[in-house]
Each structure stands twice: as structure tokens, then as C-alpha cells.
């Protein structure tokens, strides 16, 4: 289905198992201040508990770090110097939205890490074995009235992902996406065709595969545009019709009952679901509802400037693969670039730069061991620009230098302070993390769409294989979570030796 600005499309809802019906919402509009609320509807004002409020989110999209990557690494080489005629459903019941107060967390904390098979609220009883179609009905989806199978908080590279997951299964699912449309950012991202097919299924993976184009996504070895990989992602989302996108919904705050679970996005509006991942990036939102008493990635000591850059045409012929060059403190990864055709035209580069931190600090950007955003074109001065070009010139060798340097003239740059997160919980009741939201790591692991992938896949082969979201979910943690603590403690490794901590 294509993409939604505010409103979704119309959407007919399958019939849902009888055994199990979550309120829902219908026609459900931004929620109104609490006293006019009640006075309007004569309903019980919106509860406000149950969420830490959200983090600042503020900046644009480009050069965030969501649910992928900056660079996909391998193992370093290191050198010196839906148009459909359905009818709309049928709805009734409520009158207003009561958004009920969610627990915060879940379960009882002990130890760190938490253990993965720790009990998760009780699910719903079952007096059947019931079937695939049985699954799919309960997780129905009903865009008009704000109402998800499953929600997808985050509409990057691991959200959709996710999306497209779930439907290769059947179940359909609403993603929210906080931008008005996604824009160039990251630089490289590597896509095994065969690990992503077993996620998404075939029917997505040819969409996909045309988009970066059949040569290119069979090699690999060269990682893809971040761009091209996220354009080819969409085209599959779009064309699918149990996929709503809703863009320009920033949620804030989540939470969840024994029932259901909600998302309230800044300007009020409220979506309820039967299931809601996050795939929400490194400041996640919905992480602070799975893990309130560990909310926060941790800053890694230091920025990577990310940019892209014409490979010379001596050095077409014999791209190599990803390469690391380290200059005194600094290093630089450079990562050719796979076209559609399979040619290498282009290369992406990372300069990894533990000696600005005062900078990144001064504008914002980072505050004690946080990471507060990705820093604006317009935070990093002139000055420091020039510094960087300057430096490029002695600190690297061609034909890298004069495309890094020419890059900073350009300001074609974008400064990305580095977030890890080491997740104890991945998983509260109805609510789940994946991609970075869920286990947020260096780039020189070279793992993290690989990562949010296997997460996709194993969250919507558990969806799919039961109509119980507590325990499909708590599968999904216990088979996930130990990878994930390991490949975040592995790049923690290589971070606190990088940046001398």
C-alpha cells in the first residue's frame, strides 16, 4: 500500500477469532485535553501514567541512526597511512478512546542481564489448537479506525523490514513513521539476498531485488547505498497490501493492559494494537516503556563523519571490498559501493574521530553518556570544517584524500555520534524492540541491518505461529537476545580501545 500522509486509506477488517477481541478505537481523532475531553464525550479522561516522557527527537532525519547501521563492516583488511475496491468496515461501539494505564517495564527486575525466559503476564487461555487463518485474524488490522494488528513505531530499514516479514505470514500491520518521508543518510548497507528472502519472502524479495538489481544483491560482498537499499525496501512496502504507512506520526508514548497496547503520537492521536515493536532507533521511544529502569543508549566516545564520494575511475576496475586505514587516533573505512548493474562507481566512507567529543558536547548533540540527537548541517562552524579538509589532506592517502577533503569544502558531511545499547530486555508483555531500539552498536560490528533482519524474521515466525502475543514474543526474546547482547558487547570492545575509555 502506498504511503499515507495523515489519514489512512480505507481497509476492510478480517473477521477476528471469536475467542479473542481487543477494544478497539474507531474513528478515533487527536485525543483533547483531559477536562475537555470529559466534558465533550462524558468519558474518563486519558490516563497519563505509565510512560517516562519521550526523549528529544528533535532534528532531521538525515544522519540519525534508526533501526541500521551507518556502514556495514566486514572483518577489517587495515592498511597503513494498494489501490483496492473493497468497502470500508462496518464500526461500532465506542465513543471515545480510553487509553488504559500501562505497566511500566514488567516483571521484576533482578541481576543484569535479566534472564530471557523470565515470566511475562499471563497470556490468554486457549480451549483450541487453532489455525494459520485463525492467527491471521487475530492480528487484523483497521487503518480507518486506528486500529493495528501489529504497530510498527519506526518506518526505517528495520521497520520495514518488519512490515514486509509479517506479510510474507499473512498478518498485516500499520507503521508510523515520524518524518514526512525519508531522506539520503548512512552511508553503506550490506544485503545478503538469501538471509533477507528468508525474512521477507520471495514475492517482496523480487521487488527488492529489482530495485538494487539482481547482479548487485547476489555478490555479497559490496555493500549498496543506504539510500537505494531503504528506496528498494519502500517499493516492496508499498506494493503490498497488508502493509499501511502513516508518515508525519511522531509517537511519544506507548503503553499497554492485559488486552491491548497504544501509541499516542505528539499531536494527540492515539493508535491501540494488539502488538507493538519498536523499531524506533538508538533514542527509542518504546524502549523506555520495555525498560524504564535502562531507557538510554550509551555514547561510544566518539563521532563518525559519514559521506559519499566518486571512486576514480583507476580504481573501478579494482574496488576491493571494505577497507580500514588508521591515522594516529582516527581511522578511515572505506566501503565501494554495488550499483544496480553490479558496476562500483561510487564509494561510502566513515571517518571514525574520538578527538571533537568538547564539540559534540557543547552544541547538544551528546550529554553525559547520551546521545541526544544527530548534530544540524547548521551546529558544526565553518571553522571546523576547514579544520577537517585540512586535515584530510595529511591524515589519508589517494585517491581517498581529495574526495574526503572535497567533501568537507561541500559540507557534504554528516557527524554521527556513536550509541551503543546493551539490552537486559528486549520484550514487555505486548511490546517488543528490534533493529538499533533493541540492541543499538557500533558500525564496526558491520551487523546491524543483518541483525534487524534475523530480528523480523524470528518476531513474525512467532507472530505467525500463535495468536498469543505474550508468548510469541517472549520465544521471539528468548531466542534473540543472547545475539544480541553479544554482538553490542563484542563492538563495546572495540569502542573502548578506539576511543580510550
Known sequence: MGQVGGSPDEDETPGRSAAWTPPRAPQVEALREPAEKEAADGCPAVPEGGTVPAQDTSGPSCGTTDDDSLFEAVRPRTRSSRDR???????????????????RGGGIRGNSPRSASRHLAAPHTRSAVHTQEAVISSYASDPESNHAGVL??????????TALALASRGLPSVVLERTGGRTQRGVAILVTGARLQRAIGPAAQDVVGEALGPSSTSQGALPH???DVYSALRSAVDADPLITVVEKAHVVKVGQDSASVWARTETGEAWTADVLVGADGYRSVVRRHVDAEHPDAAYAGYVVWLGQSALPPSHRDRPGGP?????????LAVYPLAERDG??????????????????RRIGAVAGKRVMRTPRPGDIPDELYRTMATAAGHKWDEPWRSAV??????????????????PDRVVSGRVALLGDAAHAQTPMTGAGFEEAVTDARVIADALAGTDSP?????????HRLADMRHRVSAGQSFSRSFAGA
Not at 518506518?155 to 523490514?161: A, D, E, I, M, V
Not at 577497507?323 to 581511522?331: A, I
Open 323 to 331: 577497507d580500514f586505514f588508521p591515522s594516529g587516533d582516527d581511522m
Open 85 to 103: 475496491s473493497r468497502p470500508p468496515p462496518t464500526r461500532t461501539g465506542l465513543h471515545c478512546l480510553e487509553v488504559p494505564t500501562a505497566p
Open 470 to 478: 505474550e508468548r510469541a514474543l517472549e520465544r521471539y526474546e528468548l
Open 343 to 360: 558496476q562500483v562507481t561510487r564509494f561510502g566512507w566513515g571517518w571514525f574521530d574520538p578527538n571533537r567529543n568538547a564539540h559534540f
Open 225 to 227: 547505498a543506504w539510500w
Open 405 to 422: 577533503a572535497e567533501a568537507f569544502h561541500a559540507r557534504e558531511v554528516v557527524a554521527t555520534p556513536i550509541a551503543e545499547y546493551l
Open 152 to 161: 510498527i513505531v519506526g518506518g526505517s530499514l528495520g521497520g520495514l523490514t
